[in-house]
Structure formats: C-alpha cells, structure tokens
C-alpha cells in the first residue's frame, strides 16, 4: 500500500507542471481577443461573381453586389476562399465601408 501510494504522489508530481503549462497557453489566446475593442464595418461585393470569405472561422458568401455587416474584435482577418488576406479589421474602420472585386 505504501508503493502504491508513493507512485501515485511521484505520478501526480511529474504530470502536475505539463499541465499547468497547457492550460495557461490555451488560455492566453482566448483573454487577448475579449480585451479588443468591437468594430463595425460592412464588406461589400462589388464584383459580379459570389465572393466566399472566412470570418472568426465561418465562412460566409457574398453575392455579386451584396453587402455584410460584422461585428468583430480590432485585428480580426477575413480570408478569402484561398486563404488570401482580404482585410484586416482595425479599430479605425469602425463605421466603415469595404469592397471587394
């Protein structure tokens, strides 16, 4: 019983730092993007083909002269279809107007 008892505290000794690590680098992520401030801005298309854009990890499709408003953190990236950049949102679009083609 003693072993037993022995190894499980020398276990939980040895797993207790990997632990603590992962959860304070999967936390810090989540912190930063609550602390940005919320940005207004409305994409629009203005090419005569249906846009796909990623935004947050959503995808969205906009068709030919649609307009889209989002609501995000400054420093949110919307991606196209190819993973190309499109816009980068910062706290100086609030209100703004983007277009693609």
Same mark, same amino acid.
């Given at each position: 019983?003693? =072993? ?41 298309? =203005? ?10 990890? =959503? ?41 693609? =083609?």
């Amino acid at each position: 019983m003693n =072993r037993n008892l022995t190894a499980l505290v020398l276990a939980a000794c040895t797993f207790a730092p990997l632990a603590s690590y992962a959860a304070t680098m999967d936390n810090n992520s989540n912190i930063s993007q609550g602390k940005a401030p919320m940005v207004h801005v409305t994409l629009k298309n =203005r090419s005569n083909l249906t846009q796909n854009l990623i935004i947050q990890g =959503r995808p969205v499709s906009l068709a030919a002269n649609e307009e889209y408003k989002v609501e995000a953190p400054a420093g949110t990236t919307v991606y196209g279809a190819d993973n190309s950049v499109k816009l980068t949102i910062v706290k100086e679009y609030n209100g703004a107007v983007a277009s693609f =083609r």
